[in-house]
């Protein structure tokens, strides 16, 4: 094997041992910062960009991330209109078929980093991966260095891990759903016990989503797809989550959990 395919595979492997981590981390504000550290240190980048959320081009979230801090929410407005509205990829992967991680060089769009340097300086190249899905224009990550073009090998890198990070980016979805609705006020204007979340019935993070995607009617297999697992190992979650609610199929598992507040009725 080639050293520029052997250390794409070491990088793999990097992010796929994250991935599983991450996919056991019970709070969804800590899952995008720990990505954005292996992103910025695999693809030796200074600036890494998330798209989070689904955003208009007028509005919606971003978090920023540095070589020397934490992930931060990125509360320049201006720096955001310029990345919603393409700069430099936004409008590129939103008019142009398929989700290949691309560099702004190819794909024409390196003058639009004169802007994207307002908020980053000096920061000549970029790198585009976005995330698979039906999301508008787009959603992912842009990586920024000064020196040295991203290269194929950083590309090839970026393809391998999109399954991985649209896993980690589904799992955000669900847990920061499942978060809210568990913390949502009762009746009488407070937080239950049932609904607090130590109150969760034993469930890993993992879990909490899957029972939130039982809940919208998904099948097993449509749940493996949601989640970018296989039917099987989507029905063990099932398995298990029957297990600790101490019920035997959908209907008395999804009444069991609203019962307990862990679903809202």
Request: net charge positive; with cysteine.
């Amino acid at each position: 094997m080639p050293d520029n395919a052997r250390h794409t595979a070491r990088l793999y492997r990097r992010m796929h041992d994250l991935a599983v981590t991450v996919l056991h981390e019970r709070d969804p504000s800590a899952l995008h910062g720990l990505v954005l550290a292996e992103l910025l240190r695999a693809c030796d980048a200074e600036v890494v960009v998330f798209k989070e959320g689904d955003w208009r081009m007028d509005a919606g979230p971003m978090t920023i991330a540095t070589g020397g801090g934490a992930a931060t929410a990125l509360t320049d407005e201006r720096a955001c209109r310029q990345i919603r509205t393409g700069r430099p990829f936004s409008d590129y992967y939103a008019t142009t078929p398929g989700t290949v991680p691309l560099t702004a060089q190819e794909i024409g769009r390196a003058l639009d980093l004169r802007d994207v340097r307002r908020f980053a300086p000096g920061r000549r190249f970029a790198f585009g991966i976005p995330l698979p899905g039906t999301h508008s224009p787009v959603r992912g990550y842009v990586l920024l260095r000064p020196d040295g073009a991203f290269t194929a090998s950083d590309c090839a890198y970026g393809t391998r891990i999109q399954p991985l990070l649209h896993a980690v980016d589904r799992q955000w979805e669900l847990l920061s759903q499942w978060h809210a609705m568990r913390q949502a006020p009762s009746s009488s204007g407070e937080v239950t016990k049932e609904q607090a979340p130590s109150a969760d019935a034993g469930l890993t993070p993992r879990e909490a989503a899957v029972l939130l995607l039982l809940a919208d009617a998904l099948t097993a297999a449509a749940i493996g797809r949601r989640l970018g697992i296989t039917t099987r190992t989507a029905n063990k979650h099932i398995e298990r989550i029957y297990r600790k609610l101490g019920t035997r199929d959908r209907v008395s598992t999804l009444n069991r959990a609203r019962i307990g507040g862990l679903l809202p009725y």
